[in-house]
Nanobody
Framework: QVQLVESGGGLVYPGGSLRLSCAAS????????VAWFRQAPGKEREGVSC?????????YYTDSVKGRFTISRDNAKKMVYLQMNSLKPEDTAVYYC????????????????WGKGTLVTVSS
């Protein structure tokens, strides 16, 4: 059974950090690009960061998180991580991971698999 399961969300103060994890099962994660999306209440879903397949590893970030978020993958563990530092209230959203082909990282489209999301709340 193909699954992506996110974890690591929670409540954090502004300026704090969280590390989100995306666990893959039922398919060979190495061959897939993996992206993190987020959706805040009342807003459209947006692509936050993406990492290409293990043979490439190029990373991508939306401008609002550059320098604060870091995406990484551990293919042996079939995991992808999103380290989020210097969090701001506007980072509050449900964060989802998704796996897809190469164009996922340049278009944030073409997702083959989705997780159910983890809630991140940044508030004092």
């Amino acid at each position: 059974q193909v699954q992506l399961v996110e974890s690591g969300g929670g409540l954090v103060y502004p300026g704090g950090s969280l590390r989100l994890s995306c666990a893959a099962s039922g398919f060979t994660l190495d061959y897939y690009a993996v992206a993190w999306f987020r959706q805040a209440p009342g807003k459209e879903r947006e692509g936050v960061s993406c990492i290409k397949s293990s043979s490439d590893g190029t990373t991508y970030y939306t401008d609002s998180v550059k320098g604060r978020f870091t995406i990484s993958r551990d293919n042996a563990k079939k995991m992808v991580y999103l380290q989020m530092n210097s969090l701001k209230p506007e980072d509050t959203a449900v964060y989802y991971c998704a796996a897809g082909g190469p164009r996922l990282c340049t278009t944030y489209r073409g997702m083959d698999y989705w997780g159910k999301g983890t809630l991140v709340t940044v508030s004092s």
